[in-house]
């Protein structure tokens, strides 16, 4: 059972050589019976930002997250398939999506928070993106938090990656004006011709963010979609409209930093009536089958499209993984190990 393990706690940005690739031949490829347990082979999995908070010390995570224990496999949200099962909900050949070990196999002792995947008719990795994890992050954030009306002005950071690209197309369908950022060309140019979105730009070239949001919100911002944090937050809070909203969904850009920057603009939210609300994806999922009715049609219609980079078997998980925090990835990052 080939592990990707992490070799010990991580202290500013995480890097391929902090996990090492290992094997455990121990497990067993049956479940113990009456057990209630699953034995999961795992298909895809997902790379995902929250991963590195986990590899703190506990005492330096956040969020209330049990961090990984070096010498151990790390874990996230992955497709799997049902290879035994002593659990009443799971039979054998099921698919399912959910947290799971960073392994080719897994034996899930209480499998109650794994989603059976029921459609099969799109590709199987979605459910690590578009109809998984993210995709919900993205429809909880946009939709409840954000509560967008018809012809607003709404700006997302990050836009191009597994929640962004979906938050923006979600935002065209409303009728909204939308404008991303990323950290490169081709991923501007994504935006733009592959997405839907009004405009797009790339802030690493931009020496002044408060400049460029002028240009592109003249009449400022009426709904942030904040994905990175620092000085973006800061740049945005001078240019909002009365009454905007901003969705707090994550902040990467602070997620390496031993001291978090500080934001400066906060007293713009007084004089613009402006609604912060952080939100974790974790509290929507009684949400699921509702945002299934909804995306589902849009896909098979070709109303929204999704952006896939796949890094291939386990060994490349680690590079796969650190590469989310250089920007390495376009599009949702996952690493198959099989496909069936
Ligand atoms: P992405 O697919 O967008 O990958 C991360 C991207 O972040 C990179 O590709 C890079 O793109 C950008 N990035 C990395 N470092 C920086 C930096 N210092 N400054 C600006 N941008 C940076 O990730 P996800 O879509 O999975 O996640 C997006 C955000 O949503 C994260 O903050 C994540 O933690 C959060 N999240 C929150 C959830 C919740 O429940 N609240 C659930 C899921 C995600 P680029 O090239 O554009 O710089």
Redesign the pocket.
């Known amino acids: 059972n080939k592990q990707v393990i992490l070799k010990n706690y991580v202290k500013g940005f995480p890097k391929e050589s902090d996990m090492i690739i290992s094997s455990d031949n121990s497990i067993s490829l049956k479940v113990p019976e009456g057990s209630n347990g699953v034995l999961l082979k795992n298909l895809y999995l997902s790379c995902?930002?929250?991963m590195r908070n986990l590899m703190s010390e506990p005492k330096d995570t956040v969020g209330g997250l049990p961090s990984y224990a070096p010498g151990h496999p790390i874990g996230g949200y992955a497709v799997s398939k049902v290879v035994d099962s002593e659990h009443p909900k799971f039979k054998k050949g099921d698919l399912v999506w959910g947290t799971t070990g960073w392994e080719e196999y897994t034996l899930n002792k209480s499998p109650d928070s794994l989603f059976k995947i029921d459609h099969t008719d799109v590709p199987l990795s979605y459910y690590t993106g578009l109809l998984g994890?993210?995709g919900m992050?993205a429809y909880a954030?946009f939709y409840e938090i954000c509560k967008p009306k018809e012809g607003e002005k709404v700006f997302i950071?990050?836009?191009?990656?597994?929640?962004?690209q979906l938050v923006g197309q979600f935002a065209k369908l409303m009728g909204c004006y939308v404008v991303g950022?990323?950290?490169?060309k081709e991923?501007v140019d994504l935006l733009k011709d592959k997405f839907g979105f009004d405009e797009a730009f790339n802030?690493?070239e931009e020496a002044d963010l408060d400049k460029a949001l002028k240009r592109y919100f003249p009449e400022g911002i009426d709904i942030y979609f904040e994905?990175?944090g620092?000085k973006?937050l800061d740049a945005v809070l001078l240019n909002t409209r009365l009454h905007a909203r901003i969705a707090v969904?994550?902040?990467?850009?602070q997620?390496n930093l031993e001291q978090p920057e500080g934001v400066h603009n906060l007293m713009h939210m007084i004089y613009k009536r402006v609604k912060m609300e952080?939100?974790?994806?974790?509290d929507f999922y009684h949400q699921y089958p509702k945002f299934l009715e909804t995306v589902l049609p849009l896909i098979r219609e070709a109303k929204i499209t999704y952006i896939e980079d796949t890094a291939e078997g386990l060994e490349n998980g680690p590079a796969a993984l650190v590469g989310?925090?250089?920007?390495?990835?376009v599009?949702?990052?996952l690493v198959v190990i099989a496909h069936e």
């Open positions: 995902d930002p929250y994890m993210p992050t954030g950071s990050a836009a191009s990656g597994a929640v962004g950022t990323a950290g490169s991923k802030y690493k994905n990175v620092g973006m969904c994550g902040m990467i850009s997620y952080a939100f974790t994806v974790i989310l925090f250089s920007g390495r990835n599009g949702k990052q």
